[in-house]
Each structure stands twice: as C-alpha cells, then as structure tokens.
C-alpha cells in the first residue's frame, strides 16, 4: 500500500453516512416503507447495492423488483421525495449521541495538529444530518447531493470538497465506507482511505481498522 508522509496531507474528506454517522438502518426503513407500498420486494441484500449513490440511482435499482404499470419520469421522482419525506422523520430524531466519542475526539484532534476537514457526501441531508448531531462546527466545508450533477463513483463531490478547502486534490485523502466512494477518490487524484465496510478494498490506498489510526496517516 502505498503511505503518505507527514506533511502530505493538508485535509481530509470524509464520506457522512457510515463513516461519521451510521444511518444506513434510516435509509433502509424509509425504502423498505416506499417498497412495501408499491409491492416491491426489498431486502438487506438490495439495500447494500444502494451503498455510495445517488437517491434517484437507488430508486432505479429498487424498481428492478417493480412489476407493475411502467413509471415515469415524474412519477419516479414523486418516489425519490417519498422516500426522503420518509427518512427526514427518522434523521429528526437524531441526537449528537448518533456520533461516537472515539469519532469526535479523532476529527477534534485532526483540526488541532492543523487539518483541514471536509464532508464529502453523496446525500442531500448532510446539513440535516450534522445539524442534529451537532457536528457541523466541526467541518470547514461541506460537499454533498446539493451541490453535484454526478453522484460516486464520479469524482465530483469530492474534487468540490477540496476546492472549498482551498486545497489541490493530491493534498487530501478520502475516508469512505464504500468501494464506489473509493473508486470516485482515486479517480480524482486523492489518497483512498477504506474504513468499516470497503476496509480491505483493493484500491484503496490504506486501510483502517480503526477510526482514530486517521491520526497516524498525516
């Protein structure tokens, strides 16, 4: 694997959603709500397809269980804001415990020894997400699904994130759950770290077993 030498990295881009937070359960219950409506077959394995995208791509791999009358553009979007409608719910009931000590106490530490942090998340809901957690201070720049036309593994969102960073891509590293937000940081220049999930990832270019080992890669 290849190691970054101290002073290499000026910031760090972190993926939100089981990286930072774990609401995968959230999005699970609000698509699972959305399928059993329509009589679509969903189930845990489906859902990990849905790990790093888009919410109009999930959808998409959602209606491939969907046998009923074709669906249209409109309609299809009238679907994504169910969902959504359906997981703001879940995220109001969010608190900073949803954050864990070890996670807050590596990004206190990181902006301490001078980093700069970033979040770089394909999900509309970020704002929402560290606005209930009550991490949002601690983040110099958000990147996320209101602001890209191309969702992970497309290196856009992050490629933004190091821009509101005032950093070159080369100058940051990624920390991602997901082999698509891996995929999207080597495609955009950056150092990939596999944390949780995509730990182990062929291409990443570190892997952690833990959150706070971020403190010994810079």
Known sequence: MTTKTTGTIKGFIFDLDGVIVF????????????????????DETVNDRLRGVSREESLDIILENYHGLALGAEEKRRLAEEKNSYYRELLEELTPDAVEEK????????????????????SKNAGLILERTGIAGLFDAVSDGNNIQRSKPDPEVFLKAAAFLGLEPGDCAVIEDAEAGIRAAKAGGMFAVAVHSAAGCPLADESLKTFEELLNIG
Do not use: C
């Open 103 to 122: 996670v807050k106490d590596t990004l206190v530490k990181l902006r301490e020894q001078g980093f700069k942090l970033a979040i770089g998340s394909s």
């Open 23 to 42: 609401t995968d359960k959230l999005h699970y219950q609000a698509w699972k709500r959305m399928a059993d409506r329509l009589g679509i077959s969903f």
